[in-house]
């Protein structure tokens, strides 16, 4: 079981990236996916949550701004971050947890984990 993140980059602020999420070994349609993002110093943050009945959630910081969504074969998840801000520079995580939904978007509750990318927003 592996995930891979992609799309990480330099933009300026109000631009937009698109982070995605490769399954190797599983597809998403079992599994609750979470994207996260840390800065250092400071707690690994959960932004967005997709469950296999297409239920999604947003973290008031991102709301608006984001849109997580996946491929028809359930083997790539992507984050669409539009109106980036300075602010949401960090590194960007994605990671999966079997099971249809979860009660909160929480590190302790997944197990599997991508590498993390990074994004850089400037002013």
């Known amino acids: 079981v592996q995930l891979v993140e992609s799309g990480g980059g330099l933009v300026q602020a109000g631009g937009s990236l698109r982070l995605s999420c490769a399954a190797s070994?599983?597809?998403?349609?079992?599994?609750?996916i979470g994207w996260f993002r840390q800065v250092p110093g400071k707690e690994r943050e959960g932004i967005s949550s997709?469950?296999?009945?297409?239920?999604?959630y947003y973290a008031d910081s991102v709301k608006g701004r984001f849109t997580i969504s996946s491929t028809h074969d359930k083997n790539t998840v992507y984050l669409q971050m539009n109106s980036l801000k300075p602010e949401d520079t960090a590194v960007y995580y994605c990671?999966?947890?079997?099971?249809?939904?979860?009660?909160?978007?929480?590190?302790?509750?997944?197990?599997?984990w991508g590498q993390g990318t990074q994004d850089a927003v400037s002013t």
């Open positions: 990671a999966a947890i079997d099971g249809a939904t979860i009660p909160r978007i929480q590190v302790k509750v997944f197990s599997n």
């Open positions: 070994g599983f597809t998403f349609d079992e599994h609750v």
């Open positions: 997709l469950s296999t009945t297409g239920r999604t």
